[in-house]
């Protein structure tokens, strides 16, 4: 007669075989849950350098400064985005660091020198992303080495500058010159060249307002001037004549503002410093020249401007009255009250300043339609009421040293010049 097993014991195996099963589907659970919360960090942390690359890149323009203004630029672009579950402190872990921003020569080789950076890789590692269900696990089976608390995710971006398909010109259109062909149109690099504010008002003009969408709309007008992507030679331009209500967001580039303006969303750019015929009387290479006899003692060229955070007249925040940017450099600014402050502590330029005042121009032919693009420097802020104003000619935008970073789409052969992910 055989023995019969006892229903105690019975259920003693089914509960082994029961908690067996349950570890089991523990270390599954772990491996769906933890491991895709590292994958969701590490997409997070991927962005972040991929934004912090395309940042720093878009500022490697061979100036002196430039590699400073990458890491600046590259930092704060990178930190705006969430990581770790979309933590916007990054779960107190460690935002990027200027450490973790390092720039690359033409044959990719390591530099910190400004003049041979050409490309931006940003590498950073993200510790002590904590582990859920895979911690339990090893607590339970008492291998906590396979199974620790906490893992680190790390990624990394290179980008440099390359020839855009599409571009974010500002809208005004340049005309070559008589017999001018490119690259340049006739225009000779550091020429100061008007802005017909009437647009018909003098001949002989070689540049004037123009709506990238083929409009005549003022309205439109000014919502290009604060950023219009997706241009592209070929495209047929419009003529809207005399446009007053862009003064405000041209201006903003200069840090200046009415009551209502603010830096910190109107950015400027690293500096204000305008120039003019009576503060430059050289009226030539405003970008990295020198000034000229009977210059104003303020006069420094751009590139040293930029560097130093300076204000419109780089005296401060005046407006108006003496020694101020109205005096300096002979424009009436009425109802503009304020200027960014200047200087390298915690400035409004310095600390809300980007690249706006290179900007790229449409060049059109006689019917109106975008045959090349050139890089400008916006010398001086629109005056009120309007006057002519003026623009230095740095090149054209799609030559590989030009000062000029637009936005747009990648994988032209011979478009302006954007950042773009190349690792």
């Given at each position: 007669?055989k023995?019969r097993?006892?229903?105690?014991?019975?259920r003693?195996?089914?509960?082994?075989?029961?908690a067996?099963?349950?570890?089991f589907l523990l270390g599954f659970?772990?491996?769906a849950?933890?491991?895709?919360r590292?994958?969701?960090a590490r997409t997070?942390l991927?962005?972040?350098?991929?934004?912090c690359a395309?940042?720093a890149a878009?500022?490697?323009?061979?100036?002196?400064?430039?590699?400073?203004r990458?890491r600046?630029s590259?930092?704060?672009?990178?930190?705006?985005n969430?990581v770790?579950?979309?933590?916007?402190?990054w779960?107190?872990q460690?935002k990027?660091?200027?450490?973790d921003?390092?720039?690359?020569?033409?044959s990719y080789?390591?530099?910190?020198a400004?003049?041979?950076?050409?490309?931006?890789?940003?590498t950073?590692?993200?510790?002590?992303?904590?582990?859920?269900?895979?911690?339990?696990?090893g607590?339970?089976?008492?291998?906590?080495a396979?199974?620790?608390?906490?893992?680190?995710?790390?990624?990394s971006?290179?980008?440099?500058?390359a020839?855009a398909?599409?571009a974010c010109?500002i809208?005004?259109?340049?005309?070559?010159k008589?017999?001018?062909?490119?690259?340049?149109?006739g225009?000779?690099?550091g020429?100061w060249?008007?802005?017909?504010?009437a647009?018909?008002?003098?001949?002989?003009?070689?540049?004037?307002?123009?709506n990238?969408?083929g409009s005549?709309?003022?309205?439109?007008?000014?919502?290009?001037l604060n950023?219009?992507?997706g241009?592209k030679v070929g495209d047929?331009?419009?003529?809207p004549g005399v446009q007053?209500?862009?003064a405000d967001?041209?201006?903003?580039?200069?840090?200046?503002?009415?009551n209502?303006g603010?830096?910190?969303?109107?950015?400027?750019d690293y500096?204000?410093?305008a120039?003019t015929?009576l503060?430059?009387?050289a009226?030539?290479?405003a970008y990295?020249?020198a000034p000229g006899?009977?210059?104003?003692?303020?006069a420094?060229?751009f590139v040293t401007?930029?560097a130093?955070?300076?204000s419109?007249?780089d005296t401060g925040?005046?407006?108006?009255g003496?020694?101020?940017c109205?005096?300096i450099?002979?424009?009436?600014l009425n109802?503009?009250?304020?200027l960014?402050t200047p200087g390298?502590?915690a400035?409004g330029h310095?600390?809300y300043g980007?690249?706006r005042?290179?900007v790229?121009?449409?060049?059109?032919?006689?019917?109106?339609?975008?045959?090349?693009?050139?890089?400008?420097?916006?010398l001086?802020?629109?005056?009120?009421?309007?006057?002519?104003t003026?623009?230095e000619?740095?090149?054209?935008a799609?030559?590989a040293?030009?000062?000029?970073?637009t936005s747009?789409?990648?994988?032209?052969?011979?478009?302006?010049?954007?950042p773009?992910?190349v690792?």
């Open positions: 007669m023995a097993r006892s229903p105690r014991r019975q003693g195996a089914m509960i082994i075989t029961a067996l099963f349950l570890l659970m772990g491996i849950l933890d491991f895709g590292l994958f969701v997070e991927q962005t972040a350098v991929d934004s395309l940042a878009a500022e490697l323009n061979g100036e002196s400064t430039a590699i400073n990458a600046s590259g930092q704060t672009a990178g930190n705006a969430n770790n579950l979309q933590s916007a402190t779960s107190g460690g990027l660091t200027t450490a921003i390092t720039f690359r020569d033409a080789a390591a530099t910190t400004s003049a041979n950076a050409r490309y931006a890789q940003c950073h590692t993200q510790p002590n992303i904590k582990m859920w269900l895979m911690q339990a696990v607590a339970f089976s008492g291998d906590t396979g199974n620790p608390a906490t893992r680190s995710v790390a990624a971006a290179v980008a440099t500058r020839s398909q599409t010109p809208p005004v259109a340049a005309k070559p008589p017999g001018g062909t490119a690259p340049n149109y225009f000779a690099v020429e060249v008007t802005l017909i504010m647009q018909n008002a003098a001949t002989g003009g070689q540049i004037g307002w123009a990238l969408d005549n709309s003022a309205s439109e007008t000014e919502a290009e950023g219009r992507c241009a047929t331009v419009g003529t007053t209500s862009v967001t041209w201006n903003y580039r200069f840090g200046i503002y009415k209502s603010d830096p910190s969303v109107n950015r400027p500096t204000g410093y120039y015929s503060n430059w009387p009226q030539f290479n990295a020249g006899g009977g210059a104003d003692p303020t420094q060229n401007k930029r130093a955070f300076a419109c007249a925040t005046k407006v108006k003496a020694d101020s109205e005096s450099t002979g424009l009436s109802s503009f009250q304020k960014a390298n502590v400035g310095m600390q980007m690249d005042r290179f790229t121009v449409p060049v059109i032919d006689g019917g109106n339609h975008v045959i090349d693009y050139l890089c400008m420097l916006m001086q802020p629109l005056s009120i009421p309007m006057t002519d003026q623009l000619f740095l090149g054209n799609g030559a040293g030009s000062p000029c970073t747009g789409l990648a994988g032209g052969s011979a478009g302006p010049l954007v773009v992910l690792r």
